[in-house]
């Protein structure tokens, strides 16, 4: 077809050229030749009348110079001869053959009043369009040529895609297309070049676009991928079918829909062949195994979380173990564990008539060098004795750590010789590496106090009683001594036998567990004081140092996040506990000269940086602090983290003497704990105690405005986004307080947080809020619901919750008027505990609403742990709904995902008539805002509730609404 289209062009442009239709440049340029010597003719028929030679001459110059065709030019007079000539005339001119001029020799006679005068010879060079093949110049074959050429390209091209625009669709019978619409699979047919023929309403259904699938769009520009995600190598299915001829079954591919969705789906490609076997397309089914893929990925992610849970749960019980088992600070064995273990080998080397030693060491000298150095130094000395400890053993024996300074080696099969010299290699390693740890620490010694059984049958509490004598006897004899129970048995007191004669008796006088462990928990409070004060005599003598040096020192407070609760959780044994572990871990992350204290009982540590060039070095200090809480804690039972604020307070800027700094840390500790932002340090500044003053006048205020009962409610309300109707209220606080009077409200909730006054307001809320209502229900005045605030702290306390329990089972009308609203924050502590308080609510039969959705930290979580009844979208989201297109989509999102879930959508916020259009058009179901009306009074409220129950007319009943709140 393109060759007939072809020559078809042809025949046209031949057409066209013998109407004339189509310039001949070989008659073009005679026709030219042919005005150049006529006008040259008349040009020189003047000059020659006046027998003007020089003109005649320089004209014929002229023409031959500026005329490439022309060769030569001459004039010849009446008798034959050249009067005048240019160029090589006499050798290129040849007389035409009678007389005529012809395409390379043009005479013109010159014609005067006497008769001829002679004539004008031009030369020309040889016509350019001269040459013809069957009288049709060459230059226009060569155009056809070209055109025949262009032209079968161009049509060919141009066939190829009309035909590829043109419906194939057509081959297929309707009656063809409804039986494959009642197909359930999905279904392509697809001819040989993989183009879509047909497609079943099922696969239209599947892939969802608008229109459904166009036919002859080509089934590879389909989004498909493999099911892991990855493209399919070597093909898909219907390409090796239709390629290689053979079905293809089982394939399993993924497909991403219009609307982003993507489904799992199982191929299968038959191809169907022509009258010549030959394959002329395929038919492709594909059946939606998403649900069974979903469940088939579900079960194995249970699995592997089962796998990975009881990974996890091994692995804590080893930490368990360890915890449980070993001093956290060297490893070492505890009582309990090293008692275990020595006992049944004690049994054993008995039975076995085996020799039982007992080493029990004391690190010596070791109060001086935390006075100097500091317990970071004391702890690695600490450490150090451990591993010498156990380096001088050959085998497994018990280590255990006894008391904050000593150690207790049981030697089973080792004879009091062999143990002697274990102890002094013990001593020797311990010696060497000292030296190591810090300057002067090579005065710390250890001292060993040896007893075995070879002389009577001793109990393992025994052997170790007595390598304590042993060790007291070493003491008294000076550092790095090692004494032998048998030596220094004659010098021991029987302090056993003292006992039973003053009891009267043989039985002990022995402490109970609990005066033991209140006399150890009042230990540790003398040794703490006894730090304290260290730490800030410490402190001083630095600030003296950094004067006389004009250097600069930091002091630092850490509290550690929600310790009250730590407290309540743990007990105060193992919160303390865990206090000590922290204190461990701040001191591994501090410098050799940098120190730090416990204040007991508060969840806090004081740590002293000295030499500090600049708050960079203070920032990185703390984040290497910082650091080392990021991993969960195993205490007890339990599992923990640890999130601390820090407060900074630089010398010599921030105070003069170690008290000042201390207090100004604290304070910045504070603000840190206070503030809503991630910051994990804040820098003392002097406008923050500023800002505690006015703090602390506005929480006298609130304490002053709950006695005096100067707080009101107003109410907002609530209405249906279809047609206006009044479908609820809710209750917002407002304070009538005049020394209160500029503080914004949302600033005094933000105070009252902070301190013990929310519960109490909170109260005062929900008890005037039901009081209301029943005012309204005994005027006749039916309100449908009221939605209440309640601060997202008091959620999660019990006590708190059984009052609004017990306050709304004793109101007067059904508890399902009520509506309880949640901030969605993250200060709430503890999603378990507010789900479980909400649950009570609503089986009560109250409505929970979840407030100023969209701006907390943990959205969808909230949603989904405490599964509230109502979703209320922030005013941020609305605010120029129907400009700004970001907030547009997250809230017609949010309204498709409530409504999936069966949540209800209340926008809040609404002040355009635009925006109330746009919430209409995603089906939000209520509105509030200030275009229906901004909070108003109880009476207000009431007027509302009669005279707007069955809608409102906007705007104009706004407008007229808001000129009665202005009146009032």
């Known amino acids: 077809m393109s060759f007939g289209l072809a020559c078809m062009t042809i025949c046209i442009a031949m057409t066209a050229y013998l109407f004339g239709l189509i310039p001949d440049g070989y008659k073009t340029e005679l026709d030219a030749r042919a005005k150049v010597a006529e006008a040259l003719a008349v040009q020189l028929a003047g000059s020659i009348n006046r027998n003007d030679t020089v003109a005649i001459e320089e004209t014929l ?56 005068q002679g004539q004008i010879e031009i030369t020309f060079g040889p016509p350019s369009g001269g040459k013809r093949i069957f009288e049709i110049p060459v230059s226009l074959l060569v155009f056809l040529l070209f055109l025949a ?55 239209e259904a599947m892939y969802g676009s608008a229109g459904g699938l166009e036919t002859g769009t080509r089934i590879n520009s389909l989004p498909w991928r493999m099911v892991d995600g990855r493209a399919k ?69 249970a699995v592997s979380l089962l796998e990975e849970t009881q990974r996890e749960v091994e692995r804590q019980k080893q930490e368990l173990n360890q915890l449980s088992n070993r001093d956290a600070l060297t ?27 007992v080493l029990m060491l004391d690190v010596h000298g070791l109060a001086g060098i935390k006075a100097s150095f500091g317990p970071a130094v004391s702890d690695a000395l600490i450490r150090c004795a451990a591993d010498s400890a156990r380096s001088g053993l050959t085998n497994n024996a018990p280590v255990g750590r006894y008391g904050s300074e000593g150690f207790c080696v049981a030697l089973v099969g080792i004879d009091q010789d062999q143990a002697v010299e274990i102890a002094n290699l013990i001593k020797a390693t311990f010696s060497d590496r000292t030296a190591d ?89 003398i040794e703490s004081c006894k730090e304290q004060t260290q730490f800030l005599e410490n402190a001083t003598r630095s600030i003296v140092r950094a004067q006389d040096e004009e250097k600069s020192l930091a002091i630092l407070q850490l509290g550690i996040a929600s310790w009250d609760y730590f407290e309540e959780a743990l007990g105060e044994d193992l919160s303390q506990l865990l206090l000590r572990f922290a204190k461990r871990q701040v001191d591994i992350a501090l410098r050799e000269q940098d120190r730090v204290t416990l204040l007991e009982e508060t969840g806090q540590m004081l740590i002293e940086l000295p030499d500090v060039e600049a708050s960079d070095d203070v920032s990185w200090i703390v984040k290497r602090i910082l650091d080392r809480f990021n991993e969960p804690i195993e205490v007890g039972q339990k599992t923990v983290y640890l999130s601390c604020r820090v407060g900074a307070a630089l010398y010599p800027q921030d105070g003069q003497d170690t008290l000042t700094l201390s207090r100004n840390a604290a304070i910045a500790m504070r603000r840190a704990q206070l503030d809503d932002t991630l910051e994990e340090l804040r820098f003392y500044s002097a406008d923050m105690v500023q800002t505690s003053s006015r703090t602390l006048e506005i929480e006298t205020g609130i304490r002053e405005a709950l006695q005096a009962n100067q707080f ?55 008890n005037n809020s039901i009081h209301q209502m029943q005012l309204w229900d005994q005027a006749g005045v039916h309100l449908a619901k009221l939605s209440v605030n309640l601060s997202a702290n008091q959620i999660t306390k019990p006590d708190f919750m059984d009052m609004v329990v017990e306050r709304i089972a004793s109101c007067h009308f059904s508890p399902s008027r009520i509506q309880i609203e949640v901030t969605e924050t993250a200060k709430m502590g503890g999603l378990e505990v507010a ?42 989201f609305i605010d120029g709904l129907n400009k700004n297109h970001a907030n547009a989509t997250m809230v017609a999102a949010v309204t498709a995902m409530a409504h999936s879930l069966g949540i209800t959508i209340v926008a809040e916020g609404v002040e355009t008539e635009a925006e109330l259009e746009f919430l209409r058009h995603i089906s939000c179901d ?41 009146a009032a």
């Open 926 to 966: 209520y509105i509030q805002g200030y275009f229906i009306s901004k909070p108003i009074p109880a009476d207000a409220m009431r007027d509302w509730i009669m005279t707007k129950s069955a809608g409102i007319a906007l705007p104009v009943a706004v407008s007229e609404l808001r000129v009665g709140q202005q």
């Open 437 to 525: 740890i810090a300057s002067g620490a090579n005065a710390v010694t250890l001292c060993v106090g040896i007893a075995n059984d070879r002389s009577d049958d001793c109990s393992a509490t025994e052997l170790v009683r007595r390598s304590a004598q042993a060790l007291t006897a070493a003491m008294q004899k000076g550092p790095g001594a090692i004494s032998n129970w048998a030596d220094a048995a004659a010098h021991i007191e029987p302090v056993a036998d003292k006992a039973r004669a003053i009891n009267g008796g043989d039985a002990p006088n022995r402490r109970s567990d609990d005066q033991q462990a209140l006399a150890d928990r009042q230990s540790q409070r």
């Open 149 to 203: 050429v262009a032209g079968f390209i161009v049509y060919s091209v141009f066939l190829r895609r009309t035909l590829d625009e043109l419906d194939p669709g057509r081959v297929i019978p309707e009656r063809v297309q409804k039986a494959f619409d009642t197909l359930s699979e999905g279904v392509i047919i697809l001819d040989e070049r993989e183009r879509v023929l047909l497609a079943n309403s099922a696969f």
């Open 233 to 301: 190598a070597g093909g898909y299915p219907w390409h090796s079918a239709i390629k290689e001829g053979l079905e293809k079954r089982e394939e399993q591919l993924s497909l991403r829909t219009a609307s982003g969705q993507v489904l799992n789906l199982n191929v299968n490609a038959t191809v169907f062949t022509g009258d010549k076997n030959e394959t002329i397309g395929a038919i492709v089914t594909f059946a939606n195994m998403t649900d069974n893929k979903q469940s088939a990925d579900q079960l194995a992610k």
């Open 712 to 766: 009101e409610l107003v109410f907002q309300p609530i209405v249906n986004a279809t047609d206006t109707s009044l479908t609820a209220a809710e209750t917002l606080l407002r304070c009538t307080s005049e020394r209160l009077r500029g503080v914004r409200i949302d600033q005094i909730i933000d105070i009252a947080e902070r301190s013990s006054l929310i519960a109490d307001i909170d109260m005062w809320v929900v």
């Open 835 to 876: 789900a479980q308080q909400l649950k009570r609510l609503q089986d009560m039969g109250v409505h929970i609403a979840l407030d100023d959705f969209g701006t907390g930290q943990a959205s969808l979580t909230y949603v989904q742990r405490l599964h509230p009844d109502v979703i209320k979208i922030d005013r941020s």
């Open 61 to 116: 110059t002229s023409v031959v110079g500026r005329n490439a065709d022309v060769l030569s030019a001459a004039f010849r007079d009446g008798d034959g001869k050249i009067v005048l000539s240019k160029g090589d005339h006499e050798g290129v001119w040849i007389k035409p053959e009678g007389g005529n001029s012809n395409p390379t020799h043009v005479s013109v006679p010159l014609l005067g009043a006497e008769g001829p």
């Open 331 to 357: 490893g070492c064995m505890n009582r309990r564990a090293f008692f275990g273990q020595f006992e049944p080998e004690l049994a054993e080397a008995k039975f076995g008539a085996q020799p039982t030693t």
